[in-house]
């Protein structure tokens, strides 16, 4: 199993060798340190602790690490059959990976606010013509007559984005060793800055 943190730069076009074009996204990927290893014996489950982005003073974040504060801490959890043979204090970089590893990215959605039901849930809203007045875009019934009540999961209006996205199979197609950077073969939820977290198995 690998594994890395990273942060979405942006996205553009990669022309392969054989001529074609794919829409990639580019990863600022690690490098992150090993800051603590899970074991199932002491802590009833096996994970991988890491530390990415070093802060100077005034740390927010302590690692296990000796004089080391990191700006952001994640736990990587073990399957059974995921193998790792990283220690404490190792650093993981982007040359673990290579082109054409399948990855599974997890990371935050962009925040849109407050929606009402035509955005955020795809509604069809009103008639246009014949009487409409001011109900285009409403959400119609939420619930009966005879049983009044709500029925729980209605879809309406409200917060929409900031969720947590986890896309699979999203193909390396380079790898930056210099630069610290990865492209992946399509789009990744977030804005620019978003942090992700980058699985191979």
């Known amino acids: ?9 942006n996205m553009t076009e990669y022309f392969s060798p054989e001529g074609r074009v794919f829409p990639v996204t580019i990863i600022s ?12 014996s002491e802590n009833g489950y096996n994970a991988v602790q890491v530390g990415f982005g070093s802060l100077k003073k ?23 059959l995921d193998k790792t ?21 997890s990371s935050i959605s962009k925040g849109k606010g ?13 008639p246009r013509s014949h009487g409409q007045k001011h109900s285009e875009r409403e959400p119609g019934s939420i619930g009966g007559g005879l049983r009044t009540h ?19 199979n999203l193909e390396v197609v380079l790898v930056d060793k210099e630069n610290n950077l990865m492209l992946v ?5 977030g804005r620019r800055g978003t942090l992700a977290e980058i ?3």
């Not at 005034?58 to 059974?80: D, M």
């Open 150 to 168: 709500v029925p729980k999961g209605m879809k309406m209006a409200g917060r929409m984005g900031s969720d947590r996205i986890t896309q699979k």
């Open 58 to 80: 005034g740390g927010t974040a302590e690692s296990g690490v000796k004089n080391k504060v990191y700006k952001i801490i994640k736990e990587f959890r073990l399957k059974p």
């Open 114 to 126: 407050f929606q009402g039901v035509v955005k955020r849930h795809g509604f069809h809203g009103g």
């Open 185 to 189: 073969k399509g789009a990744i939820a």
């Open 29 to 40: 990927a690690g490098p992150v340190t090993v800051t603590k290893i899970f074991e199932k």
């Open 1 to 9: 199993m690998k594994f890395i943190l990273g942060k979405k730069e």
């Open 85 to 105: 043979d990283v220690k404490v204090g190792d650093t993981i970089d982007v040359s673990f990976f290579a082109p054409g590893d399948k990855l599974q990215v």
């Open 199 to 201: 699985i191979s198995r």
